[in-house]
Each structure stands twice: as structure tokens, then as C-alpha cells.
């Protein structure tokens, strides 16, 4: 036992300090009589890994129907975009073709977590089509009809669903299931956001496949909710700009990591886009 506690010290530091002190925990085992300890011990340890990364499976089934939103809301608006007057006259044939691909990853992204939620016991969220506004209450009002605005909005759902699934990422670590479903989700969030961001820059727009500090390359302060805090530059307290007497500059600092956002953030972000 010792040596698990050890072992799971060395892998996240902070351990004890999410559980006990290390003399207290000893202590407890200690006092669990002899003739019980056997059986004891995978309980009072679980107890111990529940305090430290308690998450219920009812709290994870939560998280994983916020995830499921968030696609519902991304593959509707890929299923009306490949359809769209700006996409057909517009994208060319690898432009809607790219589109169309993110539109089926995003479908079986929908149909992965509606399964997995599902298959641990939980009720999968549903909505239909009619229950999104892709104008954003007017805000984008040719979304489907202009093709620069369609690839922006899309580029910032992509981008917004990168941070959705860092910032819950660590509700899920309690479940290694989840948690590599939701990271593998993830990194296919960040190929579609820089596919777009490279589509954009062939139309014209000033954009890297990556975002700079907290620049969305979108003439829009509607998107901006979305890059707030990217343009950070400290990693686990330590300074990236200059780092070891490197030239390592703030743009380049702040490209190197996508933060996380919280599930508030995003939910104030998404909310104009439902009917």
C-alpha cells in the first residue's frame, strides 16, 4: 500500500493534499483491525481515491451530456453548412468536401457519447435541428448564404470545443474510460478548428492554423468570449516567454497551449446559438 501511495505521489504531487497527510492515512490503516484489513483495504482505498478524484459516475454522465451538447450543436450546423448557398457556390469541391467530413466526424462524435452515456446507465441529452439558431439571434445573419462567415463560425466553434473538452477534462480523470474518449474526441476538435483556420487563410483571412494570444482573425467582438484567456503565456507557473535564454516571444508562448475553458464560460458562449 506504501508503495501504491508512493507510486501515485510521483504521478500527481498534489495527492495528499487532495486526500490527507500522509502520517494520518497511515494511521487510519492502522486502525483497521487485523483481522479485517484483507477485506478492508480495497474499500478504505477507495475511499481514499474517491476523495481525492471523487467524481460520481452521475457527475461524469454530466459531463459527458455537455460534451454530447456541444456536438449536437456542432453536427447540426455542419448538416445545414454543406447544404448552404455559401458552401455549394463557394467552398469548391475540397472546401465541401473538407466540410462534409467534419459534419460525419462530428455525427459520430454524437453517436460515440450518446453509447457511452448509455452504456453506463445514464440518459443521453437530445435536441433537433430546430433547436439552434446558427445566427446567433441575428448576430451572423448570413452564416449560410457568405462563405467567409460560415468558415469563421465554424472556426469558432471548433476552437470553443477544444477548451470545452481541456477545461472538463479533469472531471473525467477518475474514469479512464471517459477520459480517453473525451481526449481522443479532443484531438480531432483540434484538427477540424486548424483545417478551418487553413481554409480561412486561403480565402484570404489573416490566420494561423493556431491561435495567437487572443486573436480570433474574425472582425467580430461576438467571437471574442472564445479567446479570452489564450493569451497566456505562464505554464504551471513558469514563464514561457525567454524561457532558459531562449527568444521565445509572447505569440509564440501563447501558441504553444490551448487553455482550458470552464463549463460556465462555454455555456455562455454556446447559449445564443440555441433557438
Given at each position: 500500500?506504501?508503495?501504491?501511495?508512493?507510486?501515485?505521489?510521483?504521478?500527481?504531487?498534489?495527492?495528499?493534499?487532495?486526500?490527507?497527510?500522509?502520517?494520518?492515512?497511515?494511521?487510519?490503516?492502522?486502525?483497521?483491525?487485523?483481522?479485517?484489513?484483507?477485506?478492508?483495504?480495497?474499500?478504505?482505498?477507495?475511499?481514499?481515491?474517491?476523495?481525492a478524484y471523487g467524481q460520481t459516475t452521475s457527475d461524469m454522465i454530466g459531463v459527458l451530456n455537455f460534451a454530447l451538447t456541444l456536438e449536437y450543436l456542432e453536427y447540426?450546423?455542419?448538416?445545414?453548412?454543406v447544404t448552404s448557398t455559401a458552401a455549394t457556390t463557394s467552398a469548391g469541391a475540397a472546401g465541401l468536401q473538407a466540410l462534409t467530413i467534419i459534419r460525419d466526424h462530428e455525427g459520430a462524435h454524437v453517436n460515440f457519447l450518446k453509447n457511452a452515456i448509455s452504456a453506463a446507465g445514464g440518459t443521453p441529452v437530445s435536441f433537433t435541428?430546430?433547436?439552434?439558431?446558427?445566427?446567433?439571434?441575428?448576430?451572423?445573419?448570413?452564416?449560410?448564404?457568405?462563405?467567409?462567415?460560415?468558415?469563421?463560425?465554424?472556426?469558432?466553434?471548433?476552437?470553443?470545443?477544444?477548451?470545452?473538452?481541456?477545461?472538463?477534462?479533469?472531471?473525467?480523470?477518475?474514469?479512464?474510460?471517459?477520459?480517453?474518449?473525451?481526449?481522443?474526441?479532443?484531438?480531432?476538435?483540434?484538427?477540424?478548428?486548424?483545417?478551418?483556420?487553413?481554409m480561412r487563410a486561403a480565402a484570404g483571412a489573416s490566420v494561423k492554423p493556431w491561435i495567437t494570444l487572443n486573436q480570433s482573425g474574425i472582425n467580430s467582438t461576438a467571437v471574442q468570449p472564445s479567446y479570452n484567456g489564450e493569451e497566456m503565456v505562464t505554464q504551471a507557473g513558469v514563464p514561457i516567454t525567454g524561457i532558459g535564454g531562449t527568444s521565445v516571444s509572447a505569440n509564440a508562448a501563447s501558441e504553444s497551449f490551448d487553455e482550458p475553458l470552464t463549463k460556465d464560460q462555454v455555456t455562455a458562449i454556446v447559449t445564443p446559438f440555441f433557438a
Open positions: 500500500m506504501q508503495n501504491i501511495l508512493d507510486e501515485m505521489e510521483k504521478v500527481d504531487p498534489e495527492f495528499y493534499e487532495k486526500t490527507d497527510s500522509r502520517r494520518r492515512i497511515f494511521k487510519n490503516f492502522g486502525s483497521i483491525s487485523s483481522k479485517l484489513a484483507l477485506t478492508a483495504l480495497p474499500f478504505a482505498f477507495g475511499g481514499i481515491l474517491n476523495k447540426n450546423f455542419y448538416v445545414k453548412a435541428a430546430a433547436q439552434f439558431d446558427f445566427t446567433a439571434k441575428g448576430t451572423f445573419p448570413t452564416v449560410f448564404t457568405d462563405y467567409a462567415i460560415l468558415l469563421a463560425v465554424a472556426q469558432t466553434f471548433e476552437d470553443t470545443g477544444v477548451r470545452a473538452y481541456k477545461g472538463q477534462a479533469g472531471n473525467l480523470k477518475a474514469n479512464r474510460t471517459f477520459l480517453t474518449a473525451a481526449l481522443q474526441i479532443h484531438s480531432v476538435e483540434a484538427r477540424h478548428a486548424s483545417k478551418l483556420r487553413q
